[in-house]
């Protein structure tokens, strides 16, 4: 059984928030 990931991946950042696009930049930028 694998562990839960730590943190979403943009995919799935984006599917659970499509208005934060800005955030889904923030996050490209830092990953």
């Known amino acids: 059984m ?3 990931q ?3 991946t ?3 950042k ?3 928030y499509p ?3 800005l955030d ?5 930028l830092n990953n």
């Open 2 to 4: 694998q562990p839960p």
């Open 6 to 8: 730590i943190k979403p």
């Open 10 to 12: 943009v995919l799935e």
């Open 14 to 16: 984006e599917r659970l």
């Open 19 to 21: 208005n934060v696009a």
């Open 24 to 28: 889904l930049s923030v996050v490209n």
